[in-house]
């Protein structure tokens, strides 16, 4: 480590492009003969401009240069030597005055230098700031501001010479939904919206307008052009689902994966948040402004159909389209529909008609299947004149809105127009089964809505736009059917949960899959039981969906039957369960002590009701928790007093709990072979019932005992076999934590790729929304994965944060082949 140059130092990185892909076309032994003639161009260079190789992995180069014209000159002249050649190199360069250690640089310096190389592309040179004020000369040509991979900043690059290449690999942190149309017109307003931004009092931007007339569109593109500004990211949060002011502040933080207080967590972070439909809880602007007065460089972009009056805000109203963005607009829609569609002289007068709004037109354009444009107009001019059922004092485009959402009603058979009624009852679209059981649907019907643009379908589900359900709940009310559908819906998602077998009385879930897609629903369900005085009923349906929490999200669980147990005149046995279920969704919340003393009341009701099996459950409940906090021969009574108890009444499922939670503690005291007994014959009891949730549990036991005990090529095929379990039950929270302990597999076999790979995979994943007790284990993980900090590790874990979630997963179980999953004989699906 003598010879590396100290002081003022130039980094160069580079990285083949495609590699991978290279050595399928080439084979592996003309691969292999390029590779060596790309090393020993590349070296001799280097070595002529002084620099001096740090680290060569796999395809990556690592050198220092004392002399940073020499190092740029010698990045160029590589470049040059490799012209024409099959392998095509991404180079980066930094300067900087990294710590000299004896096992080489330390600092900041040379990861900014790598991730500067993980954004180009073949051929391409790039430099940081720093690189181009040394240099001071030299054919350079600025790239704006780049947000590195797991950089807190953008960074300005320069790219040597003028060639073209694709848009940089830049990381942007950002959650927009895509957009499924172009983004028409508009130029003005997006102007106009962009400046008010960026300006030194946009903290506050609302885009106000009546439903369907562009704003969130106008907004994810305003976002979506300022991500980069944005240090740590720009973020969409939906809110068109969320009734209640109190959900608003948890909604947001649920986004941004804040464990604790929203404004503690954001701080002085550079954020924006785009909060689109604020309209039905914009009640909750008081909190909002109390938020950006914590949080000085928060901003916000909110959609809303009414301003927040709030001293900080500026409103801007979402005007129409101009006449000829409108014309263009009705085009497009019109020709996806019919692409035969022309012209009858007829669309620019519907245009005007409908006022230039986006959804009028829309809705408008999806009748050139059955109608010219002239018979459209016509419809119009009968039809606005009878629906102008607005309020007086409702803006006037409102009105107009109305009125075209209430002609394409109008047209409607009377059957056509209950079914439209109907589905609006449905929070999150539905399947056809569910529109046939509450909504007395047929196929026939729905097919009629889809075809009139009142109805979508997609993924096997039927849903409405947020503006049109909107109408038909109105319709609804008015029809006097609201209740009778409302408790339709109720009872149709209770008897749906129920059965899912998803509570601990069910022996937990041979259904994972159904419950999923309706989650909207089943939330709008204990919602409306609640608010509708029916207690019993919605703590029935958010007990039987405890096994739900626990995989979706156990902080929603946790503060759902926290509100529910306060409101009392719940029987003695239901209380039991929600306590047990509120204790279940705290545990896995990180909160123990609270998790604990739910248990023992809960413990206490099935005492006093005598119920064996609940007092079974909760003896293994409190037992795991009592480890948890550290008391390990107490939790071995415990559980081998729910152990006998489960066995007396026969459950195998309850059994199977016990021995594997027995495992949890000979795994604590470190008696890994006493563990690897216990966790097997769990595993094989689970296998044989169809208990996939636990038997996850013990397969990834299983797996860290081999890992303990130095059997790692064991292990990692055994968290491959978990990893295949926890996803096929959906379970987000495990299959994270798999990601991170393979991480630290490869960690440990100097496999410094894949741990970066994965172990970035899984810290994105755990960054997108809460993640129970991630942050406990945390710590502990990143000393074994981080034992593999380097380049070649920091690159690649740039490059798995960038996996989805899908993609992070099929690559930790491709590694060797995934393995089967031993089918059971009631399989979980």
């Not at 959402?405 to 569910?434: D, H, K, M, N, T």
């Not at 809505?449 to 709940?473: H, N, Q, W």
């Not at 929490?549 to 156990?554: G, L, T």
Request: hydrophobic share 45%; aromatic share 6%; glycine share 8%.
């Amino acid at each position: 480590m003598r010879d590396l140059p100290a002081g003022t130092v130039t980094f160069l990185f580079t990285d083949i492009e495609g590699s991978t892909t290279l050595l399928h076309e080439l084979g592996a032994e003309r691969y292999a003969d390029a590779l060596a003639e790309h090393r020993r161009v590349l070296r001799a260079v280097f070595a002529a401009h002084g620099g001096v190789e740090v680290d060569t992995q796999g395809d990556a180069f690592f050198v220092a240069f004392p002399d940073t014209g020499e190092a740029l000159l010698a990045a160029q002249e590589a470049q040059e030597a490799l012209a024409g050649e099959v392998i095509r190199v991404r180079m980066g360069l930094h300067t900087g005055e990294p710590l000299l250690t004896d096992e080489g640089y330390v600092g900041v310096d040379v990861h900014k230098a790598a991730r500067i190389c993980s954004a180009g592309h073949g051929g391409q040179i790039l430099l940081s700031e720093r690189t181009k004020l040394v240099a001071a000369g030299g054919d350079l040509q600025p790239l704006g501001a780049h947000r590195l991979k797991d950089l807190t900043a953008p960074e300005p690059l320069y790219q040597v010479g003028e060639a073209a290449f694709p848009p940089l690999k830049s990381l942007n942190q950002s959650n927009l939904p895509v957009q499924t149309t172009p983004f028409v017109g508009r130029e003005k307003e997006l102007g106009e919206v962009l400046g008010l931004l960026r300006h030194e009092d946009g903290r506050l931007l609302t885009l106000t307008g009546p439903g369907g007339s562009g704003k969130t569109r106008l907004a994810v593109q305003a976002a979506a052009e300022v991500v980069d500004e944005r240090e740590h990211g720009v973020w969409w949060v939906g809110l068109q689902a969320v009734r209640d002011v109190e959900l608003v502040l948890p909604t947001i933080g649920a986004t941004l994966g804040a464990k604790g207080e929203l404004a503690e967590h954001v701080g002085n972070r550079r954020i924006l948040l785009l909060l689109d439909n604020l309209e039905q809880v914009v009640e909750s602007a008081p909190g909002l402004g109390e938020l950006l007065a914590a949080c000085p460089n928060l901003g916000l972009l909110v959609t809303s159909r009414e301003p927040l009056r709030l001293a900080a805000e500026q409103e801007y109203p979402v005007p129409p389209f101009v006449e000829q963005e409108a014309v263009g607009f009705f085009f497009s829609r019109a020709r996806a529909t019919r692409p035969e569609f022309e012209d009858d002289g007829s669309v620019l007068e519907i245009c005007r008609r409908l006022d230039y709004l986006p959804l009028a037109l829309e809705l408008a354009s999806a009748r050139v299947k059955a109608l010219s444009p002239a018979q459209i107009l016509q419809r119009l001019e009968q039809s606005l004149p009878l629906l102008t059922g607005g309020a007086r004092d409702a803006p006037e485009r409102q009105r107009t809105l109305r009125a075209t959402i209430g002609w394409s009603y109008e047209l409607l058979s009377p059957e056509e127009q209950r079914l439209f009624r109907a589905l609006s009852v449905f929070a999150g679209g539905c399947a056809l089964e569910a529109a046939e059981q509450v909504a007395g649907a047929d196929l026939d019907g729905l097919q009629s809505l889809v075809d009139k643009s009142l109805l979508r379908f997609d993924d096997e589900r039927y849903g409405m736009l947020e503006t049109i359900r909107e109408y038909a709940l109105e319709r609804l009310e008015e029809a006097g059917e609201t209740d009778r559908l409302r408790r339709a819906h109720a009872e149709a998602f209770l008897a749906l949960a129920e059965s899912a077998d998803m509570s601990a009385e069910s022996d937990y879930g041979r259904r994972y899959d159904i419950l999923p897609p309706e989650q909207v629903n089943l939330r709008a369900a204990i919602d409306w039981l609640e608010a509708a005085g029916e207690i019993e009923l919605a703590v029935r349906l958010a007990s039987a969906l405890e096994n739900f929490w626990v995989i979706v999200d156990p902080f929603e669980g946790m503060r759902r039957f926290h509100l529910l147990l306060e409101k009392g005149g719940i029987p003695d046995l239901l209380r039991a369960r929600a306590l047990r279920c509120y204790a279940g969704s705290s545990f896995l919340s990180g909160k123990y002590e609270q998790a604990q003393r739910a248990n023992e009341e809960s413990l206490a009701l099935f005492r006093a009701a005598g119920d064996e099996a609940g007092i079974a459950e909760l003896l293994l409940r409190i037992g795991i928790n009592t480890l948890t906090l550290g008391d390990g021969p107490r939790a071995q009574e415990l559980l081998e007093e729910s152990l006998a108890l489960h066995r007396k009444l026969g459950s195998i499922r309850g059994e199977a709990e016990a021995i594997g939670a027995l495992g949890y503690v000979a795994h604590d005291a470190r008696d890994f072979e006493r563990a690897l007994e216990l966790f097997g014959r769990c595993e094989e009891m689970c296998a044989e019932i169809g208990f996939t949730w636990w038997q996850a549990s013990a397969v990834a036991y299983t797996a860290d005992c081999q890992f303990e005990l130095g059997r790692i090529d064991e292990s990692e095929s055994t968290y491959r076999r978990a990893l295949a379990l926890s996803r096929q039950i959906e379970d987000r929270q495990s299959v994270v934590f798999m990601l991170a302990y393979m991480a630290r597999n490869a960690a440990a076999v100097g496999d410094d790729a894949r741990a970066g790979r994965l172990w970035g995979a899984a810290e994105a994943e755990a960054e997108r929304a809460p993640l129970g007790q991630w942050e406990a284990e945390r710590e502990e993980l990143e000393k074994r994965v981080f034992a593999a900090n380097g380049p070649v590790f920091e690159r690649s874990r740039a490059e798995g944060r960038l996996l989805s979630y899908e993609a992070a997963v099929d690559e930790a179980l491709k590694a060797d082949g995934a393995p089967e999953v031993e089918s059971s004989r009631h399989p979980a699906r």
